[in-house]
């Protein structure tokens, strides 16, 4: 049985992932704004075969509260083995350009709380000589494109930070996870056309949790969004700004 904390749990991934901990018992804090849904979701998960479940009201750009909810989180289960950072938003790419407040918020929510929430996890987990954090980043990190470079730069700090905590966590039996999905169908990707590409929360879910069994450190999800994006960093700059990507 795993203690787990679930930060942005009324995400589509986040709960797909989470049934699948409910499924072997594990035990779950759920960390999210929309505390009825949060509620809703761990009634699903305690009949589904969660240990334990809880709910706590966290809007994530309130740094002063990360702390606390972190201690409450680990008070209640007993400690915490995991974390999981799933929350995020797509911001609209061309209001950012017009009014950088916007891209502010953007970058705060899935950038700046990502690093706060990981700071305080790390030392936690540093001291206690274990756990595994595990964050969603994206394939938008790898290479920054006009239709989505702000949403873009946040996943790319994230993935620098998460870069750097996993060498200094490395020696103290703490891993760092970065996930990278592609074109995952939910909530935040409602508006787009969906074609060969996309996948169901679910499949990417099941992958999530085998990468956090095997402590991987990068994934690409599906694993075939590596090779994509392998060719999309190599694409030389001067191709790179006259096409439409
Ligand atoms: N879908 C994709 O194609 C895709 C691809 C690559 C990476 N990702 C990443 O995957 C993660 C999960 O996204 P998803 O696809 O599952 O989308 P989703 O279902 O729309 O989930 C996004 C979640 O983030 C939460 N959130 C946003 N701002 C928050 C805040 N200030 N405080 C607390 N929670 C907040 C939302 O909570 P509310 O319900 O309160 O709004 C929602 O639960 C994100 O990090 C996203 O960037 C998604």
Redesign the pocket.
Known sequence: MKRILI????????EATARLFAGRGDALALA???IP?LDRIAGDLKLRGAQDTCTFA????DLGQHESIIQQASDRLGGLDIAFI?????GNQSDCEKDFSLALKELN??AI?VMSLLTHLANRMQAQGSGQLAV?????GDRGRPSNYV?GTA?AAVAVFCEGLRARLYRHNVNVLLI??????????AAFKKGALWVK?DRIAAMIVKAMDRRKEVVYLPPFWALIMLVIRMIPRPVFNRIKL
């Open positions: 930060i942005g749990a009324t995400s589509a991934i986040a999210g704004r929309d849904q966290l809007d994530v750009n799933a929350h995020g938003t797509l929510t899935n709380s969603i980043g994206s394939v938008a949403y996943k990278k999905p592609g074109f995952v169908d939910t909530p935040m990707t929360p």
